[in-house]
């Protein structure tokens, strides 16, 4: 995955809707997460949030406890100025994602949309499903978009790893159940389409006693 200062440079040198990732909305994801988390009161953790507007159509919807995080604070200003007032209910996380303290079973939600699939070292691999495993509550759902099988091998010059939802499942292991997987064609602001995976998985819930 690439360091800070790349990305610091994709979102000071590409307006927001002009990144081969936009999407002026996720509809799939916002689908997700009101289909598991009907209660507005539910922690939602949007990693690699960025300049998405996940976060803007959350809030309209009546989410209020957001919080986002990506390793670019130049996103994060993105969408922190783009939601005006709004901005100040929510949690800005600027930190990479293997390397940040997150607090304990804290979300119920976990979205990420194209940060794993960067992940090209399985040590980062494992990083990620321990700090995945360390912040979500027990019976918690983590909605997960990657590559597709026929997806890019490179985005935004970097290398990326392609993944079906059987690849997927093993790479997170049995304290994740697969709910649900549907694959999607992305319309890139160029004309051209990249197929992503979208997964839904659901934490074990812990047994009585553990």
């Known amino acids: 995955?690439?360091?800070?200062?790349?990305?610091?440079?994709?979102?000071?040198?590409?307006?927001?809707?002009?990144?081969?990732?936009?999407?002026?909305?996720?509809?799939?994801?916002?689908?997700?997460?009101?289909?598991v988390t009907p209660d507005r009161h539910t922690a939602i953790l949007d990693v690699g949030g960025g300049a998405?507007?996940?976060?803007?159509d959350l809030f309209a919807r009546g989410y209020r406890d957001?919080?986002?995080l990506d390793i670019s604070v130049e996103a994060?200003?993105?969408?922190?100025?783009?939601?005006?007032?709004?901005?100040?209910?929510?949690?800005?996380?600027?930190?990479?994602?293997l390397d940040i303290s997150l607090q304990a079973a804290r979300y119920h939600v976990w979205h990420d949309r194209a940060v794993f699939h960067f992940l090209t070292d399985a040590d980062q691999r494992a990083s990620y499903v321990r700090q995945l495993t360390?912040?979500?509550k027990p019976?918690?759902?983590v909605m997960l978009a990657t590559f597709g099988p026929n997806g890019p091998v490179k985005c935004s010059?970097?290398?990326?790893?392609?993944?079906?939802?059987?690849?997927?499942?093993?790479?997170?292991?049995?304290?994740?159940?697969?709910?649900?997987?549907?694959?999607?064609?992305?319309?890139?602001?160029?004309g051209t389409s990249q197929q992503f995976l979208y997964t839904l998985f659901q934490r074990t819930p812990h047994q009585y006693g553990k």
């Open 1 to 35: 995955m690439a360091d800070k200062q790349h990305w610091e440079t994709v979102y000071q040198t590409k307006a927001p809707d002009a990144v081969s990732w936009y999407c002026p909305h996720l509809d799939r994801s916002l689908a997700m997460i009101e289909r």
């Open 52 to 56: 998405s507007t996940l976060v803007d």
């Open 66 to 68: 957001l919080s986002v």
């Open 76 to 97: 994060l200003d993105i969408a922190r100025q783009r939601l005006g007032e709004a901005s100040n209910t929510v949690r800005w996380l600027a930190a990479d994602l």
């Open 134 to 136: 360390h912040a979500l």
């Open 139 to 141: 019976g918690g759902y």
């Open 157 to 190: 010059g970097l290398d990326t790893v392609r993944y079906d939802a059987t690849g997927l499942t093993r790479e997170f292991g049995e304290d994740f159940t697969l709910i649900d997987s549907a694959l999607e064609t992305h319309a890139t602001p160029f």
